[in-house]
C-alpha cells in the first residue's frame, strides 16, 4: 500500500525567506504526486501536480516542486515567502489500484507558520 | 464556477441521530470523493465512487453509507452518528484521467455530542 510521510508537523519561517517543505512517499508503481494547500476554514487547493516528464514542476503562487526517484521524494520550494502562505500544506500521492480512481493517500500535512 | 459544493457548512448532532451530507459538482466527472479530516490525520478516504450507479470503499468506511444516483451527486450518510465522527468532511470529484487532480469543496464541519 501506498503511504505519503511528511516529517515536519510545524515550520516557521520569515517573511522574504525561502522554505521548503518535505514530503516522501512509499509506491510500488510510477506515482502520481500532488502538493495541496490549505487556508483556515477552506477546502483545498491544488498548487502543483508531477505525473511524468520534467522532474522539477511549477505550480501557482511563486511554488516549485521537484521529484526525485531514488530518494522517493516531492519536495515544495518556495524562493521568498509572502505572509499570506501561511497556511496547511497537504503533500498526496495517487493511489495504486483500480486505475487510480480509489482515491488519494494524504500525509498528514506541514502547518506553515510566516514570521514578520 | 461552483465547481464542487458542500452543503450544510455546519451541523451539530446528538449521538444516534441520522443526517446526510451532500455533495454536488458541475464539472461533469465521473469519479468522486468522501474524506474525513481530523487533527493531525490529514485526509482519509471513507467511500468513493467511479461514476453513476457505483460505490466503493475506502479507507475508513465504517459507521458511513454513501449513493451516486446522479452523477452530480454524491451523498455521505450517518445512520447513527456517533461523537467519534466529529470531524470535517470534505468531498472531491476528478475527471476521467488518473493523471488529473482532484477538486475540493470547502468541508463540512460536523460535531456529534
Known amino acids: 500500500a501506498q503511504s505519503v510521510t511528511q516529517p515536519d508537523i510545524h515550520i516557521t519561517v520569515s517573511e522574504g525567506a525561502s522554505l521548503e517543505l518535505r514530503c516522501n512517499y512509499s509506491y510500488g508503481a510510477t506515482p502520481y504526486l500532488f502538493w495541496y494547500v490549505q487556508s483556515p476554514g477552506q477546502g483545498l487547493q491544488l498548487l502543483l501536480k508531477y505525473f511524468s516528464g520534467d522532474t522539477l514542476v511549477q505550480g501557482i503562487k511563486g511554488f516549485e516542486a521537484e521529484f526525485k526517484r531514488s530518494q522517493s521524494s516531492f519536495n515544495l520550494r518556495k524562493p521568498s515567502v509572502h505572509w499570506s502562505d501561511a497556511a496547511e500544506y497537504f503533500c498526496?500521492?495517487?493511489?495504486?489500484?483500480?486505475?487510480?480512481?480509489?482515491?488519494?493517500?494524504f500525509g498528514k500535512g506541514t502547518h506553515l507558520i510566516i514570521q514578520p | 464556477n461552483a465547481g464542487v459544493t458542500q452543503t450544510p457548512k455546519f451541523r451539530v448532532l446528538k449521538t444516534g441521530q441520522s443526517m446526510t451530507l451532500l455533495c454536488a459538482q458541475d464539472?461533469?466527472?465521473?469519479?468522486m470523493y468522501w474524506y474525513r479530516q481530523d487533527p493531525g490525520m490529514g485526509l482519509r478516504l471513507i467511500h468513493y465512487s467511479v461514476g453513476e450507479g457505483t460505490t466503493a470503499k475506502g479507507e475508513v468506511p465504517d459507521g458511513y453509507n454513501v449513493s451516486r444516483l446522479k452523477k452530480q451527486n454524491f451523498l455521505l450518510g450517518l445512520e447513527s452518528a456517533a461523537p467519534s465522527q466529529t470531524s470535517v468532511y470534505f468531498c472531491?470529484?476528478?475527471?476521467?484521467?488518473?493523471?488529473?487532480?482532484?477538486?475540493f469543496g470547502d468541508g463540512t464541519r460536523l460535531s456529534i455530542l
Open positions: 498526496a500521492v495517487g493511489a495504486e489500484s483500480g486505475g487510480g480512481a480509489d482515491g488519494l493517500t
Open positions: 464539472m461533469n466527472h465521473e469519479y
Open positions: 472531491a470529484s476528478r475527471g476521467d484521467s488518473r493523471n488529473q487532480p482532484q477538486h
